[in-house]
């Protein structure tokens, strides 16, 4: 399949919800008169894409070319949200070790599945991969992720419940270097991005993470259930207060009929979407593009194109 496929069977749910509202209010349309302006903003809140980024496609369709309709001049300025946020950064070549991803997120939002899928996707491309289970205080958690390990042929270290979580993150660096392995993908416990002391203890990890191996980590990606709509661009702002987030995994794509918090957060807090979820399988987890995203919400076939 596709990525282009994928993602646009995975967004089928959203473009039967608000979306589809969205699409039909500027469907074949060359300019909209107040009225349907308005109705268009309240579609696009709705849609959890924002205020912020709902102003700025607004004005898009108001004061686009003259020459395209009001579906092409909508899909413009949707690309432009997106590609405002800088590009997810990659990992990089580390200058010694192992290269380190750490992955937060808040429990629920798909953390620890998504390390998993990160693991065969880079397995998939040849790379020695070991996954650390740093999420000490939810017992299923380790024994998920080595599940993982074993199903995507990666190493693994875990450690005892209670264990401290920076402490074993900066074990699992000395164990990945030891063991030659390319990347180390470190899953830290669930935190409540509403607890202070939480996110102090994620920037804890990060600490232990650079003083095992200067220059680590070298990429923190935030998972964000995309069912959550605003909540997740609260999660966002604040896990990004307690450390730098280079990147979203937003999961559980094909589940939600909304779908807009991507633009959300992209306008207002200029981080890009890494990877986007698109099912439950192993490989159901593909790097973002903007062009294929905005092609899955608002169709070609909107503006008159293929």
């Not at 300025?77 to 192992?98: C, K, N, S, T, W």
């Not at 099912?279 to 293929?306: K, M, Q």
């Amino acid at each position: 399949m596709s990525l282009l496929g994928s993602i646009r069977d995975s967004l089928a749910k959203t473009r039967a919800g608000l979306f589809g509202a969205v699409a039909a209010a500027v469907s074949g349309k060359r300019a909209l008169s107040p009225d349907e302006l308005a109705a268009l903003e309240e579609r696009l809140l709705l849609a959890d894409v924002g205020l912020a980024a709902t102003e700025r496609l607004l004005a898009a369709v108001r004061e686009g070319p003259a020459d395209q309709d009001a579906a092409a001049r909508l899909r413009a300025g949707m690309r432009a949200v997106l590609d405002g946020a800088p590009p997810a950064r990659e990992d990089g070549a580390a200058a010694a070790g192992p290269r380190v991803w750490l992955i937060a997120g808040v429990n629920g939002s798909g953390k620890t599945t998504s390390a998993g899928k990160l693991s065969h996707l880079l397995r998939s491309a040849g790379r020695a991969v070991m996954l650390a289970a740093a999420d000490t205080y939810r017992a299923a958690a380790a024994e998920q992720l080595r599940l993982w390990a074993d199903r995507t042929g990666a190493d693994f270290i875990g450690s005892r419940p209670g264990a401290d979580p920076a402490g074993v993150a900066f074990d699992a660096v000395s164990a990945a270097a030891a063991r030659g392995s390319d990347v180390l993908l470190v899953d830290t416990a669930g935190r409540l991005h509403t607890q202070r002391h939480l996110r102090d203890e994620l920037a804890k990890v990060r600490s232990a993470i650079a003083k095992r191996l200067p220059g680590a980590p070298h990429r923190t990606l935030l998972v964000l259930d995309g069912t959550a709509g605003q909540n997740g661009l609260s999660q966002a702002r604040l896990f990004s207060e307690a450390v730098p987030i280079d990147g979203i995994i937003l999961t559980k794509l094909d589940g939600t009929a909304k779908g807009g918090v991507v633009l959300a957060i992209a306008e207002e807090l200029k981080i890009p979407v890494a990877y986007v979820g698109t099912g439950e399988g192993p490989g159901d987890l593909r790097p973002f593009d903007a062009g294929e995203f905005v092609d899955g919400l608002i169709p070609r076939t909107a503006d008159g194109g293929a």
